[in-house]
């Protein structure tokens, strides 16, 4: 098989396209995904995570958390280079022209491709990447970077298996997907706007951790608004009280660091894309788009339903929902008609970091949510940056002046 393979199909007035780049994925590149694929189901384990140190409960939930299923090593032996190019091309060109046929108002032009380069990326470090550094996509072009790993992982196995994961690869595209619809319509640029003045910022009082935050205040938008997208068509969505504490506990510990290694390190792994579990900003951003969607129902008239233990509970019921996010720390919100859902979205898609969350705010208060309960707020996020910058201020006044210097800067600015 070529080294590019290209799927075209014509729907309504797009034409739409797949191409499958495997010049950068040779036959040993292949074998060495597959023998470390094979070593993860063989020994039960995850990248940096050994599952033999979890407990059953533990392991569970680690595989709900990675989307990652075993499967019995048998099923290796049927796959070969020539196996995994054609089942790739064959079941993913069907599940992306399925997905946007559903889903036409991702597609951002008449002649629309979807490139895949495939790449090995040892270790997990990512599965989908969109080009954070340069970015070449355009209207016409979506191009992503995306690992073999992954692609054996949840295309060919369960395909040799005899399953399939289409819902899996469907989030993951429609999360991606929603990521290069903004940046095509420019509903990003709020991000690159502040990107020089919070560099200035962290510069100015030696502390990485300050582009961490900031950087985590606008994936609340731009992941949550992605990942709330991807999951639009699920019949209900979960709010972890515990993992919203969590996360809002984990900001306080990254201010609180002040090498840039150790904020990178820290940032990637509990509270960015490292983490996949409640307590992560993807998850807050996503139930923050949620909780704008309750809302929006309350105000249409549109009745939806919170399950709490297994029961549901109609939201025209309920006065006010902190009296139940401070009583349980998980329950579900279901049944928010696909309409409202649809209005969310196109609320949420122009608004800058802060704006969305005064929406979120808003939306708080028109359901009965206590600022405690709250996910995020304005307030908060920037009393934490305040906070550090003043403990900062005092460790480089103390060291100035203890010889003999001065210390004169401007107080921080909200961004």
Wanted: aromatic share 14%.
């Amino acid at each position: 098989m070529a080294s590019k393979q290209i799927v075209k199909k014509q729907i309504g007035d797009f034409k739409a396209g797949i191409i499958f780049i495997f010049s950068h994925y040779s036959e040993n590149k292949f074998k060495e995904d597959l023998a470390e694929l094979r070593a993860y189901h063989d020994k039960k384990m995850m990248p940096d995570k050994k599952t033999s140190e979890l407990n059953s409960e533990e392991k569970e939930e680690l595989k709900k958390q990675l989307d990652f299923k075993f499967y019995s090593t048998e099923k290796f032996d049927k796959i070969n280079y020539k196996v995994f190019k054609a089942t790739l091309v064959d079941l993913f060109s069907k599940m992306f022209f399925y997905m946007i046929e559903q889903n036409k108002n991702l597609i951002t032009s008449t002649e629309f491709n979807f490139q895949m380069l495939i790449k090995r990326i040892p270790g997990g470090e990512y599965y989908i990447g969109y080009g954070e550094e340069v970015k070449v996509s355009d209207a016409e072009n979506a191009c992503f970077e995306i690992s073999g790993f992954w692609l054996i992982q949840n295309v060919v196995l369960p395909h040799v298996n005899g399953e399939n994961s289409f819902s899996i690869i469907q989030r993951y595209l429609m999360h991606e997907l929603t990521h290069h619809y903004d940046y095509v319509n420019k509903y990003d640029s709020f991000n690159r706007t502040y990107e020089q003045k919070i560099k200035r910022l962290y510069l100015k009082h030696i502390a990485y951790f300050l582009n961490c935050l900031y950087t985590s205040l606008f994936n609340l938008r731009e992941e949550g608004l992605a990942d709330f997208y991807a999951r639009k068509n699920s019949s209900r969505s979960d709010m972890d009280m515990s993992g919203i504490r969590e996360y809002n506990a984990n900001l306080v510990k990254l201010s609180l660091l002040t090498r840039r290694k150790d904020s990178e390190e820290f940032y990637d792994k509990n509270i960015s894309s490292g983490n996949l579990t409640p307590s992560s900003e993807y998850v807050a951003g996503r139930n923050m788009c949620v909780t704008i969607a309750m809302a929006l129902s309350k105000k249409m008239n549109k009745q939806f339903n919170i399950i709490i233990n297994g029961d549901k509970i109609s939201s025209s019921n309920i006065k006010r929902f902190d009296d139940i996010f401070k009583r349980y720390d998980k329950t579900y919100i279901s049944d928010i008609e696909p309409e409202v859902i649809d209005a969310a979205i196109a609320k949420i898609r122009p608004l800058s970091h802060y704006y969305f969350i005064q929406e979120y705010e808003n939306a708080c208060k028109e359901l009965g949510i206590d600022e405690k309960e709250m996910i995020m707020t304005r307030r908060r996020f920037y009393n934490i940056i305040a906070s550090s910058v003043e403990r900062i201020r005092k460790e480089k006044t103390a060291r100035l002046q203890s010889a003999g210097f001065e210390y004169n800067e401007e107080d921080v600015k909200q961004i």
